[in-house]
């Protein structure tokens, strides 16, 4: 005879499974796979951003540059290139130009773009402002 006493059915089943740990284990992966891939779309997120952010920051700066240089500086239907004056921190793809029209007399319209590459999905940001003959601004 056996000298171990009985188990009753209770402590059979006190333990888990090598089944129960294994579905536990993809259960969980199949988690944190999900929170890694959340993480990096953030990640891309915030990037471009950014990247939008110094993109609009830099076409402000540049009507303001404009608008500074005068009335008659800016000559209807020219075409300005300012890709040499946009920041490093842009993808190096980056494009800024520049387009004067004459909507009315005594009023300059400049349109300025910048034009990038974002994680291979190209992106514009187009900002407009009138320059009157008195230099303030008529509307943006």
Do not use: C, W
């Not at 842009?90 to 590459?117: C, H, S």
């Amino acid at each position: 005879m056996s000298s171990l006493p009985a188990l009753s059915p209770k402590h059979r089943e006190s333990g888990f499974t090598l089944l129960e740990l294994m579905v536990t284990t993809v259960i969980m992966s199949l988690v944190i796979l999900a929170i890694g891939g959340l993480y990096y779309n953030m990640q891309i997120t915030e990037v471009k951003s950014q990247h939008t952010d110094i993109a609009v920051r830099a076409a402000r700066t540049k009507i303001e540059m404009l608008r500074n240089s005068g009335y008659e500086s800016l000559v209807p239907g020219s075409s300005l290139d300012f890709t040499s004056e946009l920041p490093i921190s842009l993808p190096a793809d980056r494009k800024g130009t520049v387009a004067v029209t004459q909507p009315l007399p005594e009023l300059r319209r400049v349109d300025v773009t910048i034009t990038y590459t974002d994680y291979k999905s190209p992106q514009t940001i187009t900002l407009s402002s009138n320059i009157g003959i008195i230099g303030l601004g008529q509307g943006q």
